[in-house]
């Protein structure tokens, strides 16, 4: 599968924490058969091996804390 585009801003707000959490430790790491499971689930589409530029870039948009 690779690399892909899953357009993250369609299931990561409704990701469990638990998944939130196994992709923020590595966001550039493949993703585990769990977390790649609920992503298809939540797309109704299979879920990359990894987590492409533009998906860990909205990803990392969402986590930044403000001041």
């Given amino acids: 599968m690779g690399e892909?585009?899953?357009d993250a801003e369609r299931w990561w707000p409704r990701l469990s924490i638990r998944a939130?959490?196994?992709i923020l430790?590595?966001?550039?790491?493949p993703l585990d058969?769990?977390?790649?499971?609920?992503i298809g689930t939540l797309?109704?589409?299979p879920a990359p091996e990894r987590l492409g530029a533009a998906d860990r870039d909205y990803i990392r948009t969402q986590t930044e804390f403000v001041d």
């Fill in 4 to 6: 892909l585009t899953t």
């Fill in 20 to 22: 939130k959490h196994a």
């Fill in 25 to 29: 430790a590595d966001p550039a790491a």
């Fill in 33 to 38: 058969d769990a977390v790649r499971e609920e």
């Fill in 43 to 45: 797309t109704d589409a």
